[in-house]
């Protein structure tokens, strides 16, 4: 079955603390790997797409890298601003994308 | 650009009523599509369209309808509200051949009691 798991669900950070959340998936004819930031009563927002393993992408504080079986989404000395829920989605063959249920982000001054 | 808007912000049904969540968007965007993200789990698609007049029903389609008469518009019709449709609602859009870099709007939350 075709599923994305996310962890930790929630990880609290003292600010300048990095660490690193996950994105583990089992999808068959993998076409991308999406991370995306959700702020409180927001929709989603669009971070970076992986599409091999291997390759990495940076915005910021943050680097999200990919292998065959998942993706770590890095984070270098976190502000508070960067408090969030990160998202992880996986597209497969059929352009269906799969959803992660999400790791939410405290970042404490 | 207003982007991606969705209308109401809120709203409260009763069981067995009817309503339309409207989205909208002004980004001449093909592919929009509709969500709904319950505590817990992945956002989970309903339906989505690919341009004026196609329709596709997502993972979770039961329960609701919807039509796109233009580009623009994407309304999602819950046709006889339960409370298992509880949830806020996201309606999303982007450019066909992109579309993991999707737009989406602030969302709706719809309380069923």
């Known amino acids: 079955e075709d599923q994305v798991t996310q962890s930790p669900e929630a990880l609290r950070l003292q600010e300048g603390e990095s660490s690193s959340l996950n994105c583990s998936y089992t999808?068959?004819?993998?076409?991308?790997l999406f991370w995306y930031r959700q702020d409180p009563g927001k929709g989603p927002e669009f971070l970076f797409t992986?599409?091999?393993?291997?390759e990495e992408k940076e915005k910021e504080r943050l680097k999200a890298t990919l292998t065959k079986k998942e993706s770590f989404l890095h984070i270098t000395a976190p502000k508070p601003e960067d408090s969030a829920t990160y998202l992880c989605?996986?597209?497969?063959?059929?352009?269906?994308?799969?959803w992660g249920a999400g790791t939410k982000l405290i970042i404490k001054p | 650009n207003a982007g991606v808007t969705q209308t109401p912000k809120f709203q409260v049904l009763k069981t067995g009523q009817s309503m339309t969540l409207q989205c909208a968007q002004d980004?001449?965007?093909?592919?929009m599509s509709w969500y709904r993200q319950d505590p817990g789990m992945g956002l989970r698609l309903i339906h989505y369209?690919?341009?004026?007049?196609?329709?596709d029903q997502g993972e979770v389609p039961n329960g609701y309808n919807v039509s796109r008469s233009t580009t623009e518009d994407f309304p999602l019709r819950l046709l006889s509200a339960a409370p298992s449709q509880t949830s806020v609602y996201f309606c999303?859009?982007?450019?066909?051949?992109?579309?993991?870099?999707?737009?989406f709007g602030p969302g709706t939350r719809l309380l069923v009691l």
């Open positions: 999303a859009s982007s450019y066909a051949g992109e579309r993991e870099t999707q737009y």
């Open positions: 999808v068959s004819g993998l076409r991308g």
């Open positions: 992986l599409y091999s393993a291997g």
């Open positions: 989605a996986v597209r497969k063959s059929n352009y269906q994308l799969i």
């Open positions: 369209s690919v341009g004026a007049g196609i329709t």
């Open positions: 980004m001449n965007h093909e592919y």
